[in-house]
């Protein structure tokens, strides 16, 4: 089990909200502190975003909850409608993730209400204070590296996809262990979408690197799409290559192209990380893969029955083969645009 940063981080904000709330002089430090742990994110901009959000949202219903007090009093039943009242706004205005700590600050307003205005402001502030808390150790402490924790995703994933596929063909794994794993690398990829998606939300706090971020952007999207098409590939093999009569005849030629694929594959990420050699470079054959598709065409053609199911099997195949070498140059690309931005910025 590992302690990631944001673990650590909700701790630090705690803490540093209830060594704040003494400082300043509140009674007590729960609602800071509560206030903490519910604005922790695990972006900058999300970070930023959830300040601005509950901000808002806490003004309002501060402001309902000092109104509904006085009007209808701090009975159980006026704090419940209020509660509903603040959720329908949040809802109605798409601020559904900082609901929970909107209902604390209402439910703390109406509470501090029955004795003075003073009280329900003091509770406002304290809320002001947790927020303020978490979103400086967010900013200060650990600040959090998407595109780092990306890559490293990346690489996890594909090291379950290549255990999978190398495997895949051969059927030397146990079947409930194969499944596990299966399930491990849907998993992975699906928080790699999660992570992407942080990644991308981080472009709109440096917009002077809008071009440089945005190609960055086009390279992680495309390597969550290889690793996808990998994760397809075994989809494929599971469904229609053992289902197929005359799967035998070609275990040999796929299990060598998905060995190169995936060796491939590996090449590809290490070199996005700048960990090769530049005369390095281990692409399969596309004369060989040609020749493959040609084998494969052939024996389609005189043995439709048997090889129908392996044609889901090829095509997952040589489409797992085009988004590698898609990645490859895209890879490429980038490399040479930041050469030759250096050389520039050398001569000036």
């Known amino acids: ?21 003494g400082l300043i002089g509140f009674p007590s430090p729960i609602i800071a502190a509560v206030a903490a742990i519910f604005t922790i994110q695990p972006s900058v901009y999300r970070s930023w975003q959830q300040i601005a959000e509950q901000f808002q949202a806490n003004i ?35 601020m559904e993730s900082v609901i929970g700590l909107t209902l604390v600050t209402v439910v703390a307003v109406m509470e501090a209400n029955s004795q003075s205005w003073s009280f329900a402001v003091e509770r406002f502030l304290m809320v002001l204070t947790g927020m ?24 996890q994933a594909y090291d379950k996809l290549s255990l999978l596929l190398r495997t895949a063909i051969s059927n030397e794994m146990k079947e409930q262990v194969y499944r596990d794993e299966k399930e491990k690398l849907e998993e992975m990829l699906r928080k790699l979408d ?6 991308e939300e981080e472009r ?35 469904e229609h290559y053992f289902s197929s009569p005359g799967a035998d005849k070609w275990a040999a ?45 052939d024996y389609f053609k005189q043995e439709r029955d ?12 040589f489409e797992y083969a085009w988004h590698l070498r898609r990645l490859d140059r895209i890879i490429d690309h ?5 050469g030759s931005r250096g050389n520039r910025s050398e001569l000036a």
Do not use: W
């Not at 009007?71 to 006026?78: N, R």
């Not at 980038?334 to 930041?338: A, D, G, V």
């Open 60 to 94: 309002v219903g501060a402001g309902i909850a000092l109104a509904a007090g006085l009007m209808f009093g701090h009975t159980p039943i006026a704090v419940g409608l209020v509660c509903i009242v603040v959720i329908i706004l949040s809802i109605r205005f798409k």
């Open 1 to 21: 089990m590992t302690i990631g940063a944001r673990v650590l981080k909700t701790g630090m904000a705690v803490a540093l909200a209830i060594y704040l709330s």
């Open 132 to 155: 303020g808390a978490a979103f400086a150790v967010n900013i200060l402490i650990f600040p959090p590296r998407p595109r780092k924790q990306f890559m490293q995703q990346v690489h």
């Open 204 to 238: 709109a706090l440096l917009p002077g690197r809008k071009q440089e971020l945005a190609r960055q952007l086009i390279l992680s999207k495309q390597m969550i799409k290889a690793l996808r098409k990998g994760a397809e590939l075994l989809e494929a093999v599971e």
């Open 253 to 297: 030629p796929f299990d060598r192209q998905i060995e190169e694929l995936s060796k491939y594959h590996e090449y590809i990420l290490l070199n996005a990380e700048g960990k090769m050699k530049s005369g390095a470079h281990i692409e399969p054959e596309e004369e060989r893969e040609s020749r493959l598709a040609e084998q494969l065409t």
């Open 306 to 317: 048997e090889g129908r199911r392996l044609v889901f099997v090829a095509a997952a195949l």
């Open 194 to 199: 999660e992570r992407y998606a942080v990644f």
């Open 334 to 338: 980038i490399k040479q645009r930041e």
